[in-house]
């Protein structure tokens, strides 16, 4: 994908921390694991590994929001209690709380992160 190569670099020496979890080919009685039951752990890891770096980027990108004017007329808008939200992605449900604005002008609420 996009990343540069010092950067999957750095992927590979995580995933040696992350091998860590895995905890290995074997059972704790000893028996050795099946392919299924080793990839099924990896897949579980990997899930709560993308799952937090979407958590963590969308709060940022919440607080990056640099405007707060109204997209219709560009009036600063008043602010509303953050809109709890809640997405179904394929790596587990992913929450955070959104910036929301009302303009009394438009009479309408917005929010500008979804631009
Ligand atoms: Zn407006």
């Given at each position: 994908m996009g990343l540069s190569a010092k950067k999957r670099e750095h992927v590979r020496e995580l995933v040696s921390e992350l091998q860590k979890i895995a905890?290995?080919?074997?059972?704790?009685?000893?028996r050795p694991k099946t392919f299924a039951e080793m990839e099924n752990e990896c897949i579980e890891i990997g899930d709560l590994v993308t799952n937090g770096l979407l958590t963590e980027q969308v709060a940022k990108r919440d607080a990056d929001v640099p405007s707060s004017c109204c997209?219709?007329?560009?009036r600063v808008g008043k602010r509303l209690p953050d809109e709890p939200r809640l997405i179904e992605t394929d790596r587990g449900e992913v929450g955070w709380n959104e910036p929301a604005y009302y303009c009394d002008h438009c009479r309408r609420s917005f929010f500008p992160s979804r631009r």
């Open positions: 905890g290995g080919c074997l059972h704790p009685d000893g997209p219709t007329c560009g």
